[in-house]
């Protein structure tokens, strides 16, 4: 299994509070990607990283913030977490090429009441 | 833009039947496709992968074929096991990112 560890697992906070998921790769891959999974609409792609201090947005970027200062490491923040992003939320990892696959972490749930 | 369409779930099965999940797609050019099973409570695996047409991808018994003249990945199984159950979520790559179809369910039943 690749060496993709998201914490913490679970999480219920408050609306409002800033909320920051981390991931850790022990793989020293390039790419890694943030996603949430909503019943309905499979995974959708919040922001990802094709390097140290690269990111860029995907489809669903609005709340969320993202920094990657080492290789290892890429944290997504909700700055003022709201109800809306109560979801599951999955790192992924890939290599190089595109055609590679992405490798996924075990999510971490996050409740916000 | 690019996407991905999946058959509604769940899809309901008694062992050793045989499975077939439709996929189809929209995108420019050829992108690589791929198939992802998820478990409860895990995050998703890769099951197979296509990187070009009439490629086919296979694993575990699943196998699904590249087709570009009909822009579809669809995922069988001749035997589908208890073990099975899970849901499985076709993919594309376009730009080093990955887009989904929305998952189908499958649940097999002894």
Redo the contacts between chains.
């Keep these: 299994d690749a060496g993709i560890t998201q914490s913490p697992r679970h999480k219920v906070t408050e609306t409002g509070t800033p909320v920051t998921l981390r991931c850790h790769q022990t793989e020293n891959h390039r ?1 890694m ?1 943030w996603y949430r999974q909503d019943p ?6 919040i922001h ?1 990283s ?1 390097g140290v201090k690269d990111t860029d947005k ?1 489809e669903v970027s609005d709340g969320y913030s993202v920094s990657r200062s080492k290789t290892e490491d890429f944290l997504l923040t909700l700055e003022s977490a709201t109800s809306s992003q109560t979801s599951v939320y ?1 790192c ?1 990892i ?1 290599a190089e090429d ?2 590679q ?7 971490t749930r996050l409740s916000i009441l | 833009g690019d996407s991905v369409t999946q058959m509604e779930g769940p899809v309901t099965l008694s062992e050793e039947a045989f499975l077939t999940i439709n996929c189809t797609y929209t995108a420019t050019g050829y992108p690589s496709l791929f198939w992802y099973v998820q478990y409860p409570g895990e995050g998703l695996q890769l099951l197979l992968k296509a990187t070009k047409a009439d490629d086919k991808g296979s694993n575990k018994g699943f196998e699904a074929t590249y087709r570009k003249e009909t822009t579809s990945f669809h995922l069988e199984k001749g035997s589908v096991q208890v073990s099975d159950s899970a849901v499985y979520f076709c993919a594309l790559s376009r730009s080093d990112k990955l887009i989904f179809g929305t998952g189908t369910r499958l649940q097999v039943f002894p």
């Excluded at chain 1, 309905?40 to 792609?45: Q, S, W």
């Excluded at chain 1, 696959?101 to 999510?107: A, E, I, N, T, V």
Aim: charged share 10%; hydrophobic share 20%; glycine share 22%.
């Design positions: 790419y990607y309905g609409h499979g995974l959708r792609l990802y094709y995907g999955f992924a890939s595109s055609n696959p992405q490798h996924f972490g075990d999510g």
